[in-house]
């Protein structure tokens, strides 16, 4: 009897430790938000886009990516001269790496064993060895003017940079570190993508309204796809096929087909400055940050249309949430 009194209470134990975790609140799942002219990070509960709490973060934080394991969010403060982890699904920090000199864009080669941070001010790009837990320094390459953006090959054998005052774009060996070749792109080229069939690279070019398409092989610049003035960065649709493109300029979005290499679509009626984007994971809505009206927008992927602003800090770059779309 007293050992079904035992199991009894066990059970009861069990059921009720059962019912207060179905009963506990989730904890919400924020939206990271860069406000690089406030030197600080806003953080918006993804569910019900309410504005959680801003707090300082360090010199113009500009990108932000996420360690391989997803574990960390690392920030990049260019004039701050450090990274921030922060942790991914609540935006709490977890560590600051000192010493890493103007950390503009970040990236992380395919096979995780090559971090890359290009240095805006420094007209540098610096790549380091990364064994998952720590970065320790390969090499620092000196290039021409405003190194910007950075794109991989998938095999993580070249590293491809935007010079983006300077017009050009470099190409990096990281199997023998050393400059592959520079070439002339266009007007200030931004951001940079290497299509699902490692044939081209599409570019953004800031300083003009169009994507460049190059043959990076050849080094040939064998089209030029009409977007919108300011054509800055990207974001893949998810389906390996289709990327949204942000004009800073023209306050509007293209979408661009990597197969037949065209425009397909574009969203207008959008806040001044659309940069940096990030998608929802079912792909039905489209965050964005407006560097010019220190806001965040939301838009509808299938209505192309801005469905919710929401107030951030001055000048708003990188954004980011755990649960999204495929990045390629």
């Known amino acids: 009897m007293l050992a079904l009194r035992r199991v009894v209470a066990g059970a009861v134990s069990v059921g009720a430790l059962a019912l207060a975790l179905v009963s506990a609140p989730a904890r919400a799942e924020v939206v990271v ?25 360090g010199k113009e934080p500009h990108h932000l990516i996420a360690t391989p394991d997803d574990k960390s969010l690392i920030v990049a403060n260019a004039v701050g001269n450090d ?77 491809f940079i935007t010079l983006q005052d300077s017009n050009q774009i470099a190409a990096i060996d990281l199997t023998t570190l050393t400059v592959l070749w520079t070439m002339e ?19 953004g070019m800031t300083g003009a309204d169009y994507v460049a398409v190059i043959d990076w092989r050849t080094r040939t610049v064998v089209k030029q796809i009409q977007t919108g003035k300011g054509a800055h960065n990207f974001r893949a649709v998810g389906d390996k096929r289709h990327l949204f493109l942000s004009n ?73 949430f755990r649960t999204r779309a495929p990045l390629y």
């Not at 792109?185 to 570019?203: C, E």
């Not at 249309?305 to 980011?320: A, F, N, Q």
Request: proline share 6%; net charge positive.
């Open 33 to 57: 938000i860069l406000n690089s002219g406030d030197a600080s990070v806003t953080l918006i509960d993804k569910d019900t886009q309410k504005v959680l709490e801003t707090f300082p973060i």
């Open 83 to 159: 990274l921030v982890f922060l942790d991914p699904v609540t935006g709490k920090v977890q560590q600051r790496v000192p010493n890493i000199d103007d950390p503009y864009q970040i990236g992380f080669s395919p096979d995780q064993k090559w971090f890359i941070a290009t240095g805006n001010r420094l007209d540098r790009v610096d790549v380091y060895r990364w064994d998952g837990r720590q970065l320790k320094i390969a090499k620092q390459f000196p290039l021409a003017k405003t190194p910007s953006h950075i794109a991989f090959t998938a095999d993580s054998k070249i590293a």
């Open 185 to 203: 792109a266009g007007s200030a080229p931004a951001g940079i993508w290497v299509t699902p069939d490692q044939k081209y690279l599409l570019v």
């Open 248 to 320: 800073r300029v023209s306050g509007s979005i293209s979408i661009i087909d990597q197969q037949t290499l065209s425009k397909v679509g574009e969203i207008t009626g959008l806040l001044p400055g659309p940069d940096d984007m990030e998608l929802t994971a079912d792909g039905k809505t489209l965050w964005v940050t407006f560097r010019w009206a220190r806001s965040v927008g939301l838009i509808d992927v299938a209505s192309r249309k801005m469905i919710k602003t929401i107030r951030v800090g001055k000048s708003p770059h990188g954004i980011y």
